[in-house]
């Protein structure tokens, strides 16, 4: 018993420093020495980073928050006794992912080493989904897109994408009952961080993705 809390604060613990690697933040304020919460929505998220500065860079930050979300879940399939076979069992290989998962999204969103303040973790979390179920990730990032595409609103899609993370895990991943949970949790720090988004969708003043040109001198 006292292995199994250990291994569980190793996964939330490295999953929750892999998360803080924001790669909005990292990218803007040592490499453009431009803070991106300093612009725009103050959020240190994929979406205002491109509206900010666009350009190549936009890049570098869609790998670094797909990189450290696929080094998370790896880290939770490892410790979760993923490489040593029967020695936990293979359904405790699938808590390991979503535990992972949930405290990579908690660095993204409250990085310590960057003052709690992150992003919303959609594309972070899109990633944590391909990692459990292409089923799941398609329903998704599926849904996400055609909202995107239809109305510019990214953020409807991102309130659609989180919304549908636990009904994609009861249908194409687990009905256990903690997994359910965690799933649920995750959905609702996602939807928690969007309510400014949300709210703004239903006055109506909400900014819809345009594609222009990056910030003069940068």
Do not use: Q
Request: hydrophobic share 55%; proline share 2%.
């Amino acid at each position: 018993m006292l292995e199994f809390w250990l291994r569980l604060i190793a996964i939330a613990v490295i999953a929750y420093f892999c998360g803080c690697f924001n790669g909005a933040v990292i990218v803007s304020k040592y490499i453009l020495r431009d803070d991106i919460r300093t612009h725009g929505s103050g959020n240190a998220g994929l979406t205002n980073f491109f509206r900010t500065f666009g350009g190549p860079l936009t890049f570098v930050v869609i790998l670094t928050d797909v990189l450290k979300a696929i080094v998370a879940v790896w880290f939770g399939i490892l410790l979760a006794g993923g490489f040593a076979p029967g020695f936990w069992g293979g359904e405790l290989v699938l808590y390991g992912k979503y535990w992972s998962g949930l405290f990579c999204l908690l660095g993204h969103m409250f990085p310590c080493m960057f003052g709690f303040r992150g992003g919303k973790g959609i594309l972070s979390g899109g990633t944590v989904a391909f990692l459990l179920d292409w089923r799941l990730a398609l329903l998704a990032w599926g849904g996400f897109l055609l909202l995107t595409l239809l109305t510019r609103y990214v953020s409807l899609g991102s309130i659609y994408a989180a919304s549908s993370f636990p009904v994609g895990t009861w249908l194409f991943v687990s009905h256990d009952r903690m997994i359910m949970l965690l799933a649920l949790i995750i959905t609702a720090l996602i939807l928690w961080k969007h309510r400014a988004n949300f709210m703004r969708l239903i006055h109506g003043k909400e900014s819809k993705l345009t594609f222009h040109k990056k910030k003069e001198g940068v």
